[in-house]
């Protein structure tokens, strides 16, 4: 579980990110309970449940090399981009380090 600034200084520098001061608590808290959502799925009973039919063992279509749409085509819907990327919005006023 993420339980303090600790740890979400070390999480934000892993991802690049800068973390507001006055932001903290309220990130830790949505971020505890994202951890809390991903460990919930530990609880799943799969009593009785075949695991071994995964897509693995699925018939796949042929993999076939297309050529893709440019990257500046798609980027002409975007409301902003930089760097040959779409830029979004900040949000919870983290920021992410050039």
């Not at 520098?13 to 809390?36: F, G, M, P, Q, W």
């Not at 071994?52 to 796949?60: I, P, V």
């Amino acid at each position: 579980m993420l339980n303090n600034k600790t740890e979400l200084d070390r999480i934000a520098r892993l991802a690049k990110l800068s973390v507001l001061a006055n932001e903290a608590d309220t990130l830790i808290a949505d971020l505890d309970d994202i951890v809390k959502v991903a460990q919930s799925i530990d609880d799943v009973d799969l009593t009785g449940y075949d695991c071994s039919g995964d897509a693995a063992s699925s018939e796949l279509r042929e993999d076939i090399a297309v050529e893709s749409t440019p990257p500046e085509v798609i980027l002409r819907s975007a409301a902003e981009s930089r760097d040959g990327f779409f830029q979004a919005p900040n949000f919870h006023g983290v920021q992410v380090k050039s």
